[in-house]
Antibody
Framework: QVQLQESGPGLVKPSETLSLTCTVS????????WSWIRQPPGKGLEWIGY???????NYNPSLKSRVTISVDTSKNQFSLKVSSVTAADTAVYYC????????WGKGTTVTVSS | DIVMTQSPDSLAVSLGERATINCKSS????????????LAWYQQKPRQPPKLLIY???TRESGVPDRFSGSGSGTDFTLTISSLQAEDVAVYYC?????????FGQGTRLEIK
């Protein structure tokens, strides 16, 4: 069955860019929408945005000016970049499939700290 | 943005009893052209990602026990656990995928009484 795995640095300095990758295994990325969601410590879920395998994107306006999501179909991966991070961007970051988010990665913790 | 509001924020239910969680959206998530409600329910246990339980408001995801059911339409939805088991202790979230940005309820923490 399809599995997702997030990867990337666990610690990012304030004002720098957070970069994460989600690797899709057990199936092709060339279908569906692929989302990023985050969860600050002890808080609820926030949808960051999604990308369609063709490359079209949709971002949450709350983050839109700082977020870029891209896809590499040859590697079966999609990626997230969040620029100019602050402590408020500290969270567990998840990748997930489809609009109803039927498959999730295990999540990766990103801490923004100097 | 569509605001999703869950009630209650927390709930304690005895084993074997019914648990009911409500979710209200600030606007309808029913798409008239296909008569589908773009509403999903998730279960999140500590240190785990959320798990999809219900989509289209009432369709159970494969492998989800049939004690979990979803109902409602338009702006008002309910997740019901018919007979609470110990493994159901978790935080439950509703989510609308009718329009972007997709939004979640604040979560309902379910505990054993």
């Amino acid at each position: 069955q399809v599995q997702l795995q997030e990867s990337g640095p666990g610690l990012v300095k304030p004002s720098e860019t957070l970069s994460l990758t989600c690797t899709v295994s057990g199936g092709s990325i060339s279908s569906y929408y692929w989302s990023w969601i985050r969860q600050p410590p002890g808080k609820g879920l926030e949808w960051i945005g999604y990308i369609y395998y063709s490359g079209s994107t949709n971002y949450n306006p709350s983050l839109k000016s700082r977020v870029t999501i891209s896809v590499d179909t040859s590697k079966n991966q999609f990626s997230l970049k969040v620029s100019s991070v602050t402590a408020a961007d500290t969270a567990v970051y998840y990748c997930a499939r489809r609009e109803e988010l039927d498959v999730w990665g295990k999540g990766t913790t990103v801490t923004v700290s100097s | 943005d569509i605001v999703m509001t869950q009630s209650p924020d927390s709930l304690a239910v005895s084993l074997g009893e019914r648990a009911t969680i409500n979710c209200k959206s600030s606007q309808s998530v029913l798409y008239s052209s296909n008569n589908k409600n773009y509403l999903a329910w998730y279960q999140q246990k500590p240190r785990q990602p959320p798990k999809l339980l219900i989509y289209w408001a009432s369709t159970r995801e494969s492998g989800v026990p049939d004690r979990f059911s979803g109902s409602g339409s338009g702006t008002d939805f309910t997740l019901t656990i018919s007979s609470l088991q110990a493994e159901d202790v978790a935080v439950y979230y509703c989510q609308q995928y009718y329009s972007t940005p997709f939004t979640f309820g604040q979560g309902t923490r379910l505990e054993i009484k």
